[in-house]
């Protein structure tokens, strides 16, 4: 059928007039600028794919009168411009689509019809563990580590980008998905099939947000949704309320990114915005930077929102400037997106839709603070931070609490480490990572932890050697910025080198700890600190011996390792104090805004980000020598423990059989608040106690050859004999749990 929206269809260019967009402004209704610009993303698509059967004319009034329909639970269909994926959930995907091939054949049919419909992109970033850290060879041994544990899993994957259409794979050691989504695979505007049109996506990440950074709509969905994006079909979502936040005021020059999105999670946290988008405005938002803009973005789903909407401005254009995008498509990009009124002014007040509700921040109220120790909502300002941190001792057992005694507060342990004696107690810090998508991808953080670090070994300050540092930037060009600028050097003396490029520390692939570190820990029962960059801090998720974890910028990060403890008041309290005696405060090797902006303009440039991502697709070479098949039918390895063909599709006739009814069905499982995917979904190392450890045993196993729950996705059966492990909650029906674990999101 003929779209009923045809005669919006003109050219955005008249010397280019086989190019086409809808232009959405010749809907002539006054209901169109007044809708929130996240909104505006969700009609365009309508619109575009009005064919009156999977979207229908009525899909579109509903979303053009979304002042009326927000609250009215509302579904209308969503076609997002393409799909991204990791490879804990990527796997099970292409080994959902290798056995619809096989289906396929089987009823007679061609198995190479079977491809993605919708432009889907695979990033191998959470594969690679932290077994190695401080040594100048870490990437390498870790790198070689990942390849080792992950050859079959990657020689599945590498089949699949020959095999499938429409699906490109990035290699293991590019960076982490949503930072390479950000410099590299966002598109902003869709030119395709002679059609200019958003770039919108959904993700197998739940931090697939971070891309609205960038005024790109994109948010996480489990795996079932995604393949059913891939397969050409629209999510049915319900028609979602905006909640408009307001941005105002300066941030203090000592303010970093990581505080204002902490304040941010935790403010959004207390006004409710599960299932809702919030959507970004005012003058403090042309202020902030697109990595920041990210940063904030990113930690949408700790904040409970489905979407956290910056839409496009010139910063927006400078930062795809600043990455190396082709100046032909910046052209196109913002005549198109001016042409449909969804090109931003910040200082306009005039473009400001009508919101569900409207709440703000003045950024000039936030402070530096960090967030913990249990959950990425529970701010903490870094000056309180001491007292809270004493205070959770001796707290009931909770998000918040312990149940700590207070006569086993001042309690501490002796070691010995490389033959030197040293003390653990309450709050010692014994995992520090500069690690996540969150911050990674900030070249003002990243920069301000490299300035911090330089400044700290000018003064003799060092990090104790049995605490394991770590640093996994999000991309090549992280490391490239950090070395230009004569920072990297600082950063690997306190013992923060390189160690991969992916989602480590921060998903729980922190590897192991010294063990004497362990053996203390668990002799006096000590609350252990793990301090990261990170987004989650969920009990159980980071490292099984840090019961305490708090998330803070990368230069807080450098700082609570220096210091050796969480139990510091920074400005009361000297950091260290040097061979000669002199103390030094944390205030003496804090960087100043001037300092970092000043590195970040000479040495974060447009010429870095072309040369690391003209050959990002080629430059790992132990992917290019790995070989796969080259069968457009995948060979099931029935000894495999890794890839195995799902049972979904066996006894799959021509003819559709009658449903049956479900009857008698309750539930078996009521989880109350907090209780997140992240608890339940398989991703972090295999228990040697576990089902799933039994049954790997029984199919001959060592214990070192485990790997993951993420790593094992591919395989159902090992997702039968999985049932989880946190300390918040027992599972006593594994069998419900897989099937929420399979199709959800754990990142």
Known sequence: MTNPFAHLLEPLDPQSPEHHFYNLTKLDDPRYACLPFSIRVLLESAVRNCDEFLVKRADVESILDWQHTQTQSVEVPFRPARVILQDFNGVPAVVDFAAMRDAVKALG?????????????????????????????????????????????????????????NMRIIPPGSGIVHQVNLEYLARVVFQRDGLYYPDSLVGTDSHTTMIDGLGVLGWGVGGIEAEAVMLGQPISMVLPEVIGYQLQGTPDTLITSTDIVLTITKHLRQVGVVGKFVEFFGAGVAQLSIADRATIANMCPEYGATAAFFPV??????????????????????????????????????????????????????????????????????????????????????????????????????????????SLSHGSVVIAAITSCTNTSNPSVMLGAGLLAKKAIELGLSVKPYIKTSLSPGSGVVTYYLKESGVMDYLSQLGFEVVGYGCMTCIGNSGPLPEPVVESITKGDLVAVGILSGNRNFEGRVHPNTRANYLASPPLVIAYAIAGTICIDFEKEPIAVTGEGKEVFLRDIWPTRE????????????????????????????????????????????????????????????????????????VLLNFGDSVTTDHISPAGNI??????????????????????????????????????????HSNPFPCVCVCVCVCADSS
Not at 118 to 126: E, N, Q, T
Not at 358 to 368: A, F, H, K, N
Not at 393 to 417: C, I, M, T, W
Request: charged fraction near 25%.
């Open 313 to 422: 401005d010139t910063v927006s254009i400078h930062y795809l400037q600043q990455t190396g995008r082709d100046p032909e498509k910046l052209r196109y990009i913002t005549q198109y997106l001016k042409a449909v009124g969804m090109f931003r002014d910040y200082s306009d007040e005039t473009q400001d839709p009508k919101y569900t509700q409207v709440v703000g921040l003045d950024l000039g109220s936030v402070v530096p603070c960090c967030s913990g120790p249990k959950r990425p909502q529970d701010r903490v300002p870094v000056a309180d931070m001491k007292a809270d941190f004493q205070q959770c001792l001796g707290n009931p057992q909770g998000f918040k609490g312990f149940n700590v005694a207070a006569d086993r507060h001042g309690e501490s342990v002796e070691f010995q480490y490389n033959g030197v004696d040293y």
């Open 109 to 165: 049919g061609d198995p190479e019809q079977i491809n993605p419909i919708c432009p889907a992109d695979l990033v191998i970033d959470h594969s690679i563990q932290v077994d190695f850290n401080r040594k100048s060879d870490s990437l390498q041994k870790n790198q070689d580590l990942e390849f080792d544990r992950n050859r079959e899993r990657f020689q599945f994957l590498k089949w699949g980008s020959k095999a499938f259409r």
């Open 595 to 666: 300092e970092i902006q000043s590195v970040e303009r000479q040495f974060v440039i447009p010429a870095m980000f072309k040369e690391v991502y003209d050959k990002i697709e080629n430059v790992n070479e132990r992917w290019n020598s790995l070989v796969a098949p080259s069968d457009k039918l995948y060979t099931w390895d029935p000894k495999s423990t890794y890839i195995k063909s799902p049972p979904f599709f066996e006894g799959l006739t021509r003819e559709l059989k009658n449903p049956e009814s479900i009857s008698d069905a309750y």
């Open 687 to 728: 228990a040697r106690t576990s089902p799933a450890a039994r049954y790997l045993t029984s199919r001959g196993l060592t214990p070192r050859e485990f790997n993951s729950y993420g790593s094992r996705r591919g395989n159902d059966a090992v997702m039968a004999h999985t049932h989880t492990h946190t300390h918040t």
